[in-house]
C-alpha cells in the first residue's frame, strides 16, 4: 500500500498568519495519462471530511482562495494564506492513483 | 441538493452481521463509482470499499476481505455495505463517498457509527 507521510502532526498557529502541510507518498502518484490524483480534506470537528484541493492544486467549489495546493510526484504541500478561526481541524492528505487509497495520517489545526 | 444519507448503524456483538444503507440524491448516482470509507472516533481515515458504476467490480481493503460486500441498487439509488463476522477493530464511523468521474466531484454522507462490543 502506499503510505502518505504528513508534517507536522500539530499546527498551532496565529490567526492571520500562514499555515503549511506538507504531504510525502511512498510512491509517485502520477497517472499514466499524466495526471496526479492527489487530493486534501479538512475535517472540522463533528463533521464530515470536507475535500478543499484535488488534483494536487485544483480548488473545490466554494473553498476559500486562501487555501492552495502544490506539488508533484512524491511530494505534495497544503497551503493557507491567512489562517482564519474557521480553519480549526484536521488536514489530511489522500492519495487516489493506486489501490487501495490511502490518507495521510493528519495534521491537527489550532488558533493560538 | 446533493445528500447521501447512510442508515442501518448500531451496536453489535463480535461476530454478528449489519446492513449498512446509503441513500442517494442530487447527483446521477449510477453514473458514478462509490466509496466506503471509515473512522475509528479520534483517529484517521481509511478506505473500506468501491464498486464501479453498474456494480460489475468491486475492491475491498485487506482486513474486510471475506467479510464485507459492497453492492448498490441502481434502480433505487442506493449503496450497501454487507458486514458480517464482524470484530471489535471495525468499530468506527462508517462514511458513503462519491468522488463523481476521475476525482473531480466529492460527496460525503454524515456518517454512520457501528459499534462492535460484547
Known amino acids: 500500500d502506499v503510505v502518505m507521510t504528513q508534517s507536522p502532526l500539530s499546527l498551532p498557529v496565529t490567526p492571520g498568519q500562514p499555515a503549511s502541510i506538507s504531504c510525502w507518498s511512498s510512491?509517485?502518484?502520477?497517472?499514466?495519462?499524466?495526471?496526479?490524483?492527489l487530493n486534501w480534506f479538512q475535517q472540522r470537528p463533528g463533521q464530515s471530511p470536507r475535500r478543499l484541493i484535488y488534483k494536487v492544486s485544483r480548488r473545490d467549489s466554494g473553498v476559500p482562495d486562501r487555501f492552495s495546493g502544490s506539488g508533484s510526484g512524491t511530494d505534495f504541500t497544503l497551503r493557507i494564506g491567512r489562517v482564519e478561526a474557521e480553519d480549526v481541524g484536521i488536514y489530511y492528505c489522500?492519495?487516489?492513483?493506486?489501490?487501495?487509497?490511502?490518507f495521510g495520517q493528519g495534521t491537527k489545526l489550532e488558533i493560538k | 441538493e446533493v445528500q447521501l444519507v447512510e442508515s442501518g448503524g448500531g451496536r453489535v456483538q463480535p461476530g454478528g452481521s449489519l446492513r449498512l444503507s446509503c441513500a442517494a440524491s442530487g447527483f446521477p448516482f449510477r453514473s458514478y463509482w462509490m466509496h466506503w470509507v471509515r473512522q475509528v472516533p479520534g483517529q484517521g481515515l481509511v478506505w473500506v470499499a468501491r464498486?464501479?458504476?453498474?456494480?460489475?467490480?468491486?475492491t475491498n481493503m485487506d482486513s474486510v476481505k471475506g467479510r464485507f460486500t459492497i453492492s448498490r441498487d441502481n434502480a433505487r439509488n442506493t449503496l450497501y455495505l454487507q458486514m458480517n463476522r464482524l470484530r471489535a477493530d471495525d468499530t468506527a464511523v462508517y462514511y458513503c463517498?462519491?468522488?463523481?468521474?476521475?476525482?473531480?466531484?466529492?460527496?460525503w454522507g454524515q456518517g454512520t457509527l457501528v459499534t462492535v462490543s460484547s
Open positions: 463517498v462519491s468522488f463523481g468521474r476521475q476525482w473531480l466531484l466529492s460527496y
Open positions: 464498486i464501479n458504476e453498474d456494480g460489475s467490480f468491486t
Open positions: 510512491q509517485s502518484l502520477v497517472n499514466s495519462d499524466g495526471s496526479t490524483d
Open positions: 489522500m492519495q487516489g492513483t493506486h489501490w487501495p487509497h490511502t
